[in-house]
């Protein structure tokens, strides 16, 4: 059983410039969230998506947009780079529920690195 | 919870002995999750340990348990007979809104396990 894979591993981009990442949840999950975390910080909740729409958000600019396909794989666009986005994205996926924190898995993450 | 805070950034401890990580959090719900989260090199977030608010019980999994004063606001993780892949990043997390599943995690407490 597969569990949260997160795509590509690592990336540079350029100031201006444009990235998308991707997830895929663990198996029986159709909830995906993306957190950002800086270097030596704790994450950071920016969106999170659920029958393909968006739920709920945090406090970040609209660069940071989102889509959850029907097979609920989710992919994270930032338009716009800044040298401030340099961070570990990590996707965590889980079960529509409440209060079941067990059911959160989360991937290694995306490093990005803006120059 | 609305903030979760931890204090101590860094620890350093020798294998085998027995530490204690604290977190506080504020919160205004009545019914809500705690959790601890483990961040190792690999940057994967694993879940360690988590309490359910109106359970009076410590949780405990291993050598894994929390001391949970709910009156203070404080959730502090103790672990026994440490190991050295116990060396990881560890967050205090809570959830933000009832049901969204959208986590609010301290800053972090790096530990490190000495042979």
């Known amino acids: 059983d597969a569990g949260v894979t997160q795509s590509p591993t690592h990336l540079i981009k350029t100031r201006g410039q444009q990235v998308t990442l991707r997830c895929s949840p663990k198996s029986g999950h159709d909830t995906v969230s993306w957190y950002q975390q800086a270097l030596g910080q704790g994450p950071q909740f920016i969106f999170q998506y659920y029958e393909e729409e968006e739920r709920q958000r945090g406090n970040f600019p609209d660069r940071f947009s989102g889509h959850q396909f029907p097979n609920y794989s989710s992919e994270l666009n930032v338009n716009a780079l800044l040298l401030g986005d340099s961070a570990l994205y990590l996707c965590?996926?889980?079960?529509?529920?409440?209060?079941?924190?067990?059911?959160?898995?989360f991937g290694e993450g995306s490093w990005l690195t803006v120059v | 919870a609305q903030t979760v805070t931890q204090s101590q950034p860094e620890m350093s401890v020798q294998e085998a002995e027995t530490v204690t990580l604290s977190c506080t959090y504020d919160?205004?719900?009545?019914?809500?999750?705690l959790f601890w989260y483990k961040q190792p090199p690999s940057r994967q977030m694993i879940l360690v340990i988590r309490?359910?608010?109106?359970?009076?019980q410590n949780a405990t999994e291993n050598r894994f348990s929390v001391n949970f004063q709910k009156a203070a606001k404080s959730f502090s993780l103790k672990i026994s007979d440490s190991q050295l892949g116990d060396t990881a990043m560890y967050f205090c997390a809570s959830p933000s809104i009832q049901g969204a599943q959208k986590l609010v995690f301290g800053q972090g407490t790096r530990l490190t396990i000495n042979p």
């Open positions: 309490q359910e608010a109106y359970k009076q």
């Open positions: 965590a996926s889980s079960y529509r529920d409440t209060f079941s924190g067990n059911t959160i898995y």
């Open positions: 919160t205004s719900e009545s019914n809500y999750y």
